[in-house]
């Protein structure tokens, strides 16, 4: 009997010995569950905020640009105003032995071509 009695008391401690270790695995898995969780919604932050940066860095990127073509398309008119400026200006000639008082007198060159 105290045989038996032993057994069942080490087939008991046994069991609760089991009971226990299925316990904490159980509580460290879900502990572990609970990490993972929390590593993924940080990773998804992240990942949200990045895609925020990337998207102000491409309109940061397109305002720059737009305002580039604005400023060449700036110069580029200025150069063609300058152009035209020349193009219209009549070449002054004035002679000092034609200059019968103080006012001068000016004369177009016409050009020849053979």
Do not use: G, Y
């Not at 032995?97 to 006012?103: E, Q």
Request: no cysteine; glycine share 0%.
């Amino acid at each position: 009997m105290v045989k038996e009695e032993k057994r069942h008391t080490i087939k008991k401690e046994n069991s609760e010995t089991k009971k226990n270790l299925a316990m904490e695995d159980l509580a460290h898995h879900q502990e572990m569950e609970r990490k993972k969780v929390s590593v993924i919604k940080e990773n998804l932050v992240l990942l949200k905020k990045m895609t925020r940066n990337q998207q102000a860095s491409q309109i940061i990127l397109n305002i720059l640009e737009k305002k580039h073509l604005k400023v060449h398309q700036r110069v580029e008119k200025k150069k063609a105003l300058v152009l035209m400026e020349r193009r219209s200006l009549k070449v002054e000639v004035t002679d000092p032995k034609a200059l019968p008082s103080k006012n001068t007198v000016k004369k177009e060159l016409k050009s020849k071509t053979f």
